[in-house]
């Protein structure tokens, strides 16, 4: 088996999606990307409005 070939089980770094096109929430792609203002972080609109309405303010920064 050549080095480079993917290993059963294990995704390709090359497959994940970059993270500045992923919602720092869900971890998934956006579809519907907002950004804040406050912090100029993007969201998934669905996940940030979920957020605000369960905790009354935007995420400190939930990328760390």
Known sequence: RHPSA???????LAAL???????????????????????GVSYERRAIEAHIRAWNCVPDDVSR
């Open 6 to 12: 993917p290993q059963p089980g294990r995704a390709s």
């Open 17 to 39: 999606p970059p993270v500045h096109l992923s919602c720092p929430i869900t971890g998934e792609l956006f579809v519907d990307p907002v950004i804040v203002p406050a912090t």
